[in-house]
């Protein structure tokens, strides 16, 4: 068990834009563990559409999944989505956002945000719902970490040059 609380890194940004690949190859380097996207799993386990309420759901099991794969993590937390992925996405769904998250994103906050840049090809997955709307979706991103005041790093191109670029910036 780890005793010292790690570097939390949320990796962010409209689908099909990295996060997962990027999450896995900063954990592999960096020799912790990453957490994948709780929505992922949950999804797959739904019978049904996912509705409104679902998203304050997903965002809570995304937390406890934080918190349980924190205590394994040596210095850094790589997570594979975040609270803002959630916000962004039921203000653009739904055109509002569910009092939880807003007060969670605020409460449990990160300590880097990787902003991931939709300049990759989009993969077709049947959980991807917007493979025309990820720049627009990237530019709500950008807007509100900079609304939030987070600290962040945006990542483009491949995965080798957004690697580095964490690598270097994570060693400083």
């Not at 934080?66 to 039921?90: N, P």
């Amino acid at each position: 068990m780890n005793n010292k609380e790690p570097i939390r890194i949320a990796i962010t940004g409209p689908e099909s834009s990295g996060k997962t690949t990027l999450a896995r190859t900063l954990a592999g380097h960096f020799q912790t563990v990453w957490v994948p996207e709780y929505a992922r799993s949950y999804l797959e386990g739904l019978s049904r559409a996912y509705e409104f309420d679902d998203l304050e759901q997903i965002a809570r099991g995304q937390l406890a999944w934080e918190k349980e794969y924190g205590q394994r993590a040596h210095r850094f937390l790589f997570c594979d989505t975040d609270l803002l992925v959630l916000k962004v996405w039921s203000e653009y769904k739904y055109r509002r956002c569910s009092p939880f998250i807003l007060e969670a994103l605020r409460d449990y906050p990160y300590d880097l945000f990787l902003l991931c840049a939709p300049d990759i090809p989009w993969e077709y997955d049947p959980l991807r719902e917007n493979p025309e709307d990820r720049q627009e979706l990237y530019e709500i991103y950008l807007g509100e970490l900079e609304r939030m005041g987070s600290s962040f790093v945006e990542v483009r191109g491949s995965l080798e040059e957004r690697s580095s670029l964490i690598v270097e910036k994570l060693k400083s």
